[in-house]
């Protein structure tokens, strides 16, 4: 894994969070999209080489939605930019992490993306994200 590709946080309302982090980290946000197959909004920020995303639910029975209704807004996972997507999904497969997505998925700004189960990852949710 080369670096922390973004950190995604969880919000219920969008809007509001895109203004204050345009406050926060005195950039603006570069890209707003909602990816329809996760029912979430998202919104991105720029950090150096990082990425702050922010995620809405579209729907409360999405993930994102149950994130929010059992823990409030806070950080949701951690992304790692990888080279190889497929690669780094056999490797820790063979180490026994758990996979939720066996085989990478579309995910928003242009990534192709695979989560790991928090099971495997004391509680915490992984990301994996290559650029397209
Ligand atoms: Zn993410």
């Excluded at 790692?80 to 990478?104: A, G, Y």
Aim: hydrophobic share 40%.
């Amino acid at each position: 894994m080369r670096k922390i590709e973004h950190l995604g946080l969880a919000v219920s309302d969008i809007e509001a969070s895109i203004s204050l982090f345009e406050k926060l980290l005195n950039t603006p946000c570069y890209k707003v999209e909602e990816v329809e197959s996760e029912h979430v909004k998202t919104a991105f920020f720029k950090v150096g080489e990082s990425k702050i995303e922010l995620l809405q639910a579209t729907d409360p029975s999405s993930a994102i939605g149950k994130f929010i209704a059992k823990r409030g807004q806070g950080i949701h996972h951690i992304a790692f930019d990888v080279e190889n997507i497929e690669k780094e999904i056999e490797r820790l497969k063979k180490l026994d992490f758990q996979l939720i997505h066996q085989t990478p998925k579309d995910g928003a700004d242009n990534k192709k993306i695979a989560f790991l189960h928090p099971k495997s990852t004391d509680g915490m949710l992984i990301e994996l994200c290559q650029e397209k």
